[in-house]
């Protein structure tokens, strides 16, 4: 069946780095867009960002320049780098594979998520 | 801050019908783009509850109902149980924003 994992959630200092991962199984993988959405602590959800079954990515302006996506095919895995974190980015981040089916589908899978905490 | 807009809570009795609105604009739901919703159970991951704005996955009972009408979205919950008590999601693209958005959320509540 369809899974993704994420992994590598922590805590950092603001000003630090973090990268995530997720392992994706049940699937061809280089087949679907795959992204990244969070949840800070009792707030929304929050669209972070997705990339095409390639390499072009969407980001979302809050995190554009300091957190980037990306995929390795031959490892069914998904990244996000986390530079220049802030308190604000403190979160549960959701790795998510996107329907191919509907032209901007829906997140249909969704990883258990990993906790980011920026803090000193 | 969230570009699409859903009521904060709405409540009913078991077996009652419940609606959730999502209000947009001109660049996501009202320029044709998809709305999709999903369930987010106390703890857990989201569910894709509807996608294509009228779509039900397999699995998702029918007394889930989404439609959508101008820069509008609405999902429907007949037949209210004590297990559809959870958050609530719309989510769609923005052609300003370049990328997808989500609502701020609807906590449902069954009384």
């Known amino acids: 069946q369809v899974q993704v994992v994420e992994s590598g959630g922590g805590l950092v200092k603001p000003g630090g780095s973090l990268t995530l991962s997720c392992a994706a199984s049940g699937f061809t993988f280089s087949d679907f867009y795959m992204g990244w959405v969070r949840q800070a602590p009792g707030k929304g959800l929050e669209w972070v960002s997705h990339?095409?079954?390639?390499?072009?990515?969407y980001h979302a302006d809050s995190v554009k320049g300091r957190l980037s996506i990306s995929r390795d095919n031959a490892k069914n895995s998904l990244y996000l780098q986390m530079n220049s974190l802030r308190a604000e980015d403190t979160a549960v981040y959701y790795c998510?594979?996107?329907?191919?089916?509907?032209?901007?589908?829906?997140?249909?899978?969704w990883g258990q998520g990993t906790l980011v905490t920026v803090s000193s | 801050q969230s570009v699409l807009t859903q009521p904060p809570s709405v409540s009913g009795a078991p077996g009652q019908r419940v609606t959730i609105s999502c209000t947009g604009g001109?660049?996501?739901?009202?320029?044709?783009?998809?709305v999709h919703w999903y369930q987010q159970l106390p703890g857990t991951a989201p569910k894709l509850l509807i996608y294509g704005s009228t779509n039900r996955p397999s699995g998702v009972p029918d007394r889930f109902s989404g439609s959508k009408s101008g820069t509008s979205a609405s999902l429907a919950i007949s037949g209210l149980q004590a297990e559809d008590e959870a958050d609530y999601y719309c989510q769609s693209y923005d052609s300003s924003l370049g990328g997808y958005v989500f609502g701020t959320g609807t906590k449902v509540t069954v009384l």
């Open positions: 001109s660049s996501n739901i009202g320029a044709g783009y998809v």
């Open positions: 998510a594979r996107i329907s191919s089916g509907v032209y901007h589908g829906p997140f249909e899978y």
């Open positions: 990339i095409d079954k390639g390499e072009t990515t």
